[in-house]
């Protein structure tokens, strides 16, 4: 691990807020060169701090209204069960994330849907006919702000 001085940390923040800034951008709006601020970013891409970049979609906009997490408990456990549910799970398209958890739930879903009803033609055809699925428990997301991490 490399220890991350204030520099490292101001450019970290502002690629997660636009990993779009080019490392001129970045090094004037803190001070230094365009090669001193590429350095560090090869330096933290190079260490595994930084990988790849995203592009955040509007889902809304593309007619995606509604966003809902579910728990979903496996009525049977055991690695063959797992692995078919993490696969069948994953070839759902409007199932954006699958998440692995210790809890009450094994697995925590971010579903995105059209609407309600588009959500309930999901979960009724698509999730709750997966291998192994149980229980199931949805939350429907209201409102949703980005905080800072760690880091910021």
């Known amino acids: 691990m490399i220890t991350l001085d204030g520099f490292d940390r101001r450019l ?15 090094g004037r709006r803190f001070g230094h060169s365009q090669p001193a601020t590429w350095r560090r970013i090869k330096r933290l891409q190079d260490a595994g701090i930084l990988s790849g970049q995203r ?25 063959v069960s797992l692995e078919d549910f993490e696969r069948a799970v994953s070839a759902i398209p409007e199932v954006q ?3 692995h ?30 291998p192994g699925v149980g229980d199931v428990e949805a939350n429907v997301l209201l409102s949703e702000e980005r905080r800072p991490g760690p880091l910021g």
Do not use: C, H
């Open 12 to 26: 970290l923040a502002a690629l997660e807020e636009d990993a779009t800034q080019s490392a001129g951008q970045l």
């Open 101 to 130: 958890v210790l809890g009450m739930y094994d697995y925590r879903l971010r579903v995105v849907a059209r609407d309600l009803s588009d959500f309930e033609r999901i979960l009724r055809r698509r999730i709750m006919t997966l």
């Open 97 to 99: 994330t699958v998440q």
């Open 55 to 79: 592009l955040s979609l509007n889902l809304e906009a593309l007619g995606f209204g509604v966003t809902v997490f579910l728990g979903v408990k496996l009525a049977t456990k055991g690695r």
